[in-house]
């Protein structure tokens, strides 16, 4: 067999037009921050191009000049567009946003749109405001409720009032942290309320979108089945999060064994199950084709559409199902009704129409990885395949599928690992046999679950289903967890900057612009130039080269890195000392451990340390110690731990930094009456009461204030 490659030029541009187009939207809506252009303008610039297309498109004129100055002028009126619907969707843009009318105390309708998520500290959700102290208003805004609120009774699509007063999302407030406030701001989430016990009352009952009230009916029910005929929890778990996209009952060591196999993509209901839906339905349409009648087609076609919208409303509508489900219907009518149709073409259809309804999808991670990892299978899985072929030549259905199964892993990850790397620092090294598992069984496991549930009453049936349902998923699941325990199952604590995954990035694209482009001998004869190879071969040196003076430069900081950092961690205290190579914590002896790695995860992954020596007592360091007095010699910094003094007994009398850590209540008048120091810093673990009073009286004696509850962590540098 010799697979046929038909997408292999990549950047032929005549016939995949509208990826032009998606390249130009995406660079204007990444554009947007940095042109501060009123919106009146913006929408006039938008109008204006598009009369002088229109005018230019009804003259007679067709010389190259004129098409090419039209090209040119579509292009700059799509990232005029990009522009401006970026701006449109910015909360500043809208008059009749609520948080234009907050007060002090504000009493706020709205529609909940999310399902409330209970923790052990509070339960949230997502209100859609509609009114705003008696006026109208819209946005969305993040609800907390009181954890003593054990008794809440509401649902998907109710209507609720409440009273507060609404503040701002927290930003990361630790080095290289998560940036929470960003990650909101970017799904059109700019305020957060943490509401009193009972300031919140129902106003209407279940005013949600009929096909997606009954959608939610039909997925609780879906639910209950499961939960009643898989009693096993880690099998419950897989099959609502992979059937019916519930994850909320997915242990901390399902998903661990998940990740780290390279499988997690399985667990979230995506392109690759609302794909699988299609193939399975698509079976009973498999005779109607391009060439097929027109009704077949329309009939295939709206079935199959109906079929993905059902499918999407029942497993709750999340954005990477309803990206999939556009890309998906975009693909199937392009395969229906236009022979050789282009894959970009469609990719880049469905995305110009995620984005003009949302831009803010680009910032989505979901959507990229679902976007890089399409095209990359699309561009490379045939030249993997070309290459195994060169090897072997499988013959047998079996070895052929299992074959397409390995080339597709290997090929959905060359676009996406940098990104991956990146943003996650680990590597999956069994990535293509937890691929092939995952992939090979996720449509048995999809269509048994959905045969077993939609099969439940039928007795003997059921039974059946139910055996062979469970018997699947223990099967997938000792895979997985086989997996996980194989050694060196990943590569963890990667770091690579921002620039390195660019230079990857130019590396890759270099690598594919040099494979779409290749030419047959005949061709080479006619056009023997080379140009854009050698630049592109010049690229991909380039690049490699700046990677590895990018890894050269950060060894070389870490190796002469000396820093001192006080998290802003929550209700405990956490300290990194950096020496070079070497790290040295000190922290609460009750802090939790989950808690603390994600407050210092990244930083440290960055730093290449995660081991954690923990402080507490003289050390042998000779930069360095702490002494039976509280005192932390840091250089030439005297750092005094109010903690670990009695104040009753003598203690020094000044320091460079007095340190208020570990939960300490003491007065501030009582130490600083008798104690001399140059500033006072004060960590997490110490109440709000405490810091405001620490802060006033620092402000009567003029010494310098920080609280990592406000002004995130200190960092003392040599």
């Known amino acids: 067999m010799r697979y046929i490659n038909e997408n292999s030029r990549i950047l032929n541009w005549p016939e995949m037009p509208l990826a032009r187009i998606v390249i130009l939207l995406i660079l204007g809506i990444y554009s947007s921050p940095f042109i501060p252009i009123p919106l009146l303008y913006q929408l006039s610039t938008c109008l204006f191009l598009l009369t002088i297309i229109l005018i230019m498109q009804t003259s007679k004129s067709s010389t190259l000049s004129v098409v090419r100055s039209l090209s040119l002028l579509i292009l700059f009126l799509v990232f005029c567009t990009g522009v401006f619907r970026s701006s449109l969707q910015k909360t500043s843009s809208d008059s009749y946003h609520y948080t234009n009318s907050l007060d002090k105390h504000n009493y706020i309708v709205g529609q909940i749109v999310q399902k409330i998520k209970k923790k052990k500290a509070s339960s949230s959700t997502l209100l859609e405001v509609e009114s705003i102290n008696g006026q109208g208003a819209r946005g969305k805004l993040l609800v907390y409720f009181n954890k003593a609120d054990s008794l809440l009774d509401y649902s998907l699509g109710d209507i609720i009032a409440i009273s507060g007063s609404p503040n701002n999302i927290q930003s990361g407030k630790n080095p290289r942290s998560f940036d929470y406030q960003n990650f909101m701001a970017n799904k059109g989430i700019d305020k957060q309320i943490f509401l009193k016990l009972g300031n919140h009352s129902l106003v209407k009952k279940n005013r949600v979108f009929l096909p997606l009230h009954y959608a939610n009916i039909a997925r609780r029910w879906a639910l209950g089945v499961l939960d009643n005929k898989l009693p096993d929890r880690d099998q419950y778990a897989t099959a609502s999060a992979m059937v019916l996209g519930n994850r909320d009952h997915i242990s901390e060591e399902l998903q661990s064994a998940f990740s780290d196999t390279g499988a997690v993509h399985v667990l979230a209901v995506s392109g690759l199950h609302v794909g699988i839906v299609i193939m399975l339905f698509n079976f009973l349409f498999r005779r109607t084709r391009s060439e097929s009648k027109q009704t077949k087609k329309v009939i295939k076609f709206s079935v199959l559409t109906l079929v993905v919208i059902s499918y999407a409303l029942i497993t709750g509508a999340s954005p990477a199902v309803v990206r999939a489900s556009i890309m998906f219907s975009t693909l199937l009518f392009g395969r229906l009704w236009f022979d050789n149709t282009n894959i970009y073409n469609i990719l880049s259809f469905s995305a110009i129409l995620i984005l003009l309804y949302n831009p803010n999808n680009l910032t989505d991670l979901g959507f990229i990885f679902s976007y890089l990892a399409l095209i990359s299978i699309v561009f490379f899985q045939p030249y993997f395949m070309t290459l195994i072929e060169s090897f072997y030549d499988p013959t047998h259905w079996v070895s052929i599928r299992i074959t397409q199964l390995v080339t597709v892993s290997l090929a959905a990850q060359v676009l996406i690992f940098p990104l991956s790397i990146f943003y996650f620092h680990k590597f999956p090294i069994y990535f293509i046999l937890s691929g092939v ?49 194989l050694p060196f199952n990943s590569i963890d604590n990667v770091w690579i900057s921002k620039s390195s995954m660019m230079f990857l990035y130019v590396t890759i694209l270099s690598i594919m612009f040099i494979l779409g482009n290749q030419k047959s001998e005949y061709h080479r004869f006619l056009n023997p130039n080379k140009i854009g190879r050698n630049r592109a071969v010049l690229l991909i040196f380039l690049s490699v080269f700046g990677i590895l003076g990018n890894s050269i430069f950060h060894t070389y900081r870490i190796k002469n890195h000396k820093e001192l950092i006080v998290y802003d961690h929550n209700g405990a205290t956490l300290i990194d000392i950096y020496e070079g190579e070497r790290l040295v914590t000190i922290s609460s002896k009750n802090i939790n451990k989950e808690a603390a790695n994600y407050t210092c995860r990244d930083n440290r992954i960055f730093h290449g340390n995660l081991v954690n ?99 995130g962590a200190y960092i003392l540098k040599k």
């Open 437 to 485: 598992m995952a992939v090979a069984m996720a449509p048995f496991i999809l269509g048994c679950g959905l045969l077993m549930i939609f099969t439940s009453f039928i007795p003997v049936w059921s039974t059946v289903n139910t055996v062979a349902f469970s018997l699947l998923l223990k099967a997938f699941l000792g895979i997985i967890y086989g997996i996980q325990m």
């Open 613 to 711: 020596n923990l402080a507490t007592t003289n050390t042998k360091n000779r930069n360095y110690q702490i002494d039976k007095n509280g005192l932390l010699y840091y250089y030439d910094k005297e750092i005094l731990f109010l903690s670990s003094i009695d104040i009753e007994a003598e203690f020094p009398a000044q320091s460079d930094i007095l340190f208020i850590s570990h939960g300490c209540e003491v007065q501030p008048y009582k130490i600083l009456e008798v104690h001399k120091t140059k500033q006072v810093v004060i960590d997490g673990s110490v109440t709000y009461k405490m810091i405001n009073q620490w802060k006033k009286e620092c402000l009567k004696k003029g010494i310098r204030f920080y609280a990592t509850k406000t002004e």
